[in-house]
């Protein structure tokens, strides 16, 4: 097979367009037998002039000739590896024990159950159908489930997302990952877009499908049941602790895989009282800043904008201070939400069902936070840092989890907002019009400021004095790191740190790929 990159095609290609210019690409006639889109992204960068940029599998005849007469570093021999999970040597009696149904949770007990493992899966929160209701009725009514929320609940912070699968890491099991995905109800366009993304309506579906073939291969899900306890001799795990179902049990086990989200701050206390090596961690806080979703599609492709899917958009800037500012999380024509997971703190993040089809795009406008901004030493001070600016933006929404929110050109005169201008806000229970200064650190309301300008010159209309700026995000990534060996055990044999919670993935693809890492281990102990 070969791979042909930088293609470039028009907007709206036909099969035998493309089937001629790859036929001229490698100076063929005729022999061209298969073509495979692998990627797709639109290049704007020259408008008018839009076009598509592929890069393609084609099974042909006598590749290696063609690899050899075309002599491009556009065309190579391609030889795919298929991921393999290694053999399985683990002859343990005792079911693994996996802690959290997010993509880490859901991979690792899912590739353990493919190779002959099955595990218990233990989840705080509620089935995706019925967390659904609960966080629906949140964002109407602002009543609080602080067991079942946007953060916890089968599934994990993603699937109240946008459900990127974009992922800067490079891995061989990112192919495998998506194609999981794909055959759990996925659409099949995530295997070839330049920034793939499922949508949360559709990922709701998708993480049900994953836990019915969990339990199809004989895992025990249990929902409502929480780790409270670890009960490990010397350095070695023996059981943990559960309350569930009205009740405290034991469950005997020798491995048991940690995977609770960046937002367990309970569990992570647990963690450290039982002497598991953590350490801080850098995160980044800041608001949602929300734009008219035209607005920036018809910045970025000019009059085509109307022809294309809804824009998105990757912005940075490195500050003289030394703060770094950069958006996050970029969710088109969809919602800012309320993602708090305890009572008096307020989070927003961001969400867009698979259409993107609403009139806004919202993004994380954040800034890097490192454990030198702590006010302690403690392991622990990046949560009661994160808590400290959530508590005070709980109380300047005026509670009942409004948040508050303020116009970009109000926000960069440090004024007040009255009103909303142009762009109406999404975040539902509701916005108070303020200044959001008050519940974010001075360098961080300073390096927005200083950075809004800087964005506009990247993207014109960023600072758009009518955009909306929500506080505060503060979720990002987790504050702490679980250390672990390079057989991803912690000190305490038989507890394997995962995911994103402890400080090993940053979005839903690396999450779902440290997890079947984490699950190789299992199976080789």
């Known amino acids: 097979m070969l791979r042909i990159n930088n293609i470039h095609m028009p907007l709206d290609y036909r099969p035998e367009q493309l089937q001629k210019k790859l036929c001229k690409t490698l100076r063929i006639s005729h022999g061209i037998q298969e073509v495979h889109l692998v990627k797709q992204s639109i290049d704007a960068r020259k408008k008018p002039d839009l076009h598509l ?17 075309v002599n491009s570093n556009q065309v190579r021999l391609l030889t795919r590896q298929d991921y393999c999970f290694p053999p399985v040597k683990r002859n343990s009696s005792l079911p693994p024990v996996v802690l959290g149904m997010g993509p880490a949770g859901l991979f690792a007990a899912l590739y353990l159950a493919r190779n002959g493992i099955p595990s218990i899966v233990l989840e705080r929160g509620t089935p995706v159908e019925q967390r659904t209701q609960l966080v629906e009725r949140f964002w109407q009514t602002g009543e609080l489930d602080p067991s079942t929320n946007v953060q ?10 946008d459900g990127k699968l974009t992922t800067g890491t490079h891995d061989a099991r990112i192919e495998t990952v998506l194609d999981t995905f794909i055959s759990m109800g996925a659409p099949p366009d995530i295997a070839h877009s330049f920034r793939p993304h499922v949508g949360t309506d559709v990922l709701r579906n998708v993480v049900r499908n994953i836990r019915l073939e969990l339990i199809r291969l004989g895992c025990d899900v249990r929902f409502g049941h929480q780790v409270i306890g ?7 795990l023996r059981s943990v602790t559960v309350s569930g179902s009205n009740t405290t049990y034991q469950i005997s086990t020798d491995a048991l895989i ?25 995160f980044a806080i800041g608001v949602r800043i929300e734009h008219l979703q035209e ?3 018809r910045t970025q492709y000019g009059e085509a904008w109307d022809r294309l899917p809804p824009s998105d958009y990757r912005l940075s800037c490195h500050l003289p201070s030394g703060r770094s500012v950069f958006s996050f999380c970029v969710c ?15 989070v927003t993040n961001g969400m867009s069902y698979r259409a993107r089809d609403g009139l806004n795009i919202n993004g994380g406008l954040l800034v890097g936070i490192t454990p030198e901004d702590f006010s302690s ?92 700026l929500t506080g505060v995000e503060t979720r990002s990534s ?18 394997f740190p995962c995911g994103e919670g402890c400080g090993y993935a940053g979005g839903i693809m690396s999450a779902a790929v440290d997890g079947i890492r984490v699950a190789e281990s299992v199976a080789q102990l």
């Open 332 to 346: 088109p024509g969809g919602s800012v939400v309320a993602s708090a997971s305890s009572p008096g703190h307020l």
């Open 258 to 282: 940690l995977a609770p989200g960046h937002s367990a701050r309970d569990t992570f206390a647990l963690l450290k009282d039982n002497g598991l090596p953590m350490q801080q961690k850098p």
């Open 295 to 297: 607005a920036i599609s």
């Open 152 to 161: 916890f609940g089968e599934g994990g912070a993603g699937t109240f997302s």
């Open 53 to 69: 940029v592929l890069s393609v599998n084609v099974l042909a005849e006598d590749e290696a000739e063609i690899t050899k007469r």
């Open 230 to 236: 670890l009960r490990h001799e010397g350095q070695a």
């Open 377 to 468: 030493s403690d392991v622990l001070a990046g949560v009661q840092f994160q808590a400290q600016w959530e508590q005070l933006a709980y109380q300047l929404g005026g509670g009942g989890f409004r948040a508050p929110a303020q116009r970009v050109a109000d926000f960069l005169a440090e004024r007040n907002s009255t009103c909303g201008g142009s762009v109406q806000p999404t975040y539902h229970p509701g916005v108070t019009w303020t200044n959001v200064r008050r519940c974010l650190p001075p360098y961080v309301s300073d390096s927005l400021r200083d950075a809004l300008p800087i964005l506009d010159r990247k993207i014109h209309g960023f600072a758009d004095p009518d955009a909306v």
């Open 478 to 495: 987790s504050p702490v790191k679980i250390l672990r060996d390079n057989l991803c055990q912690s000190a305490i044999l038989g507890i």
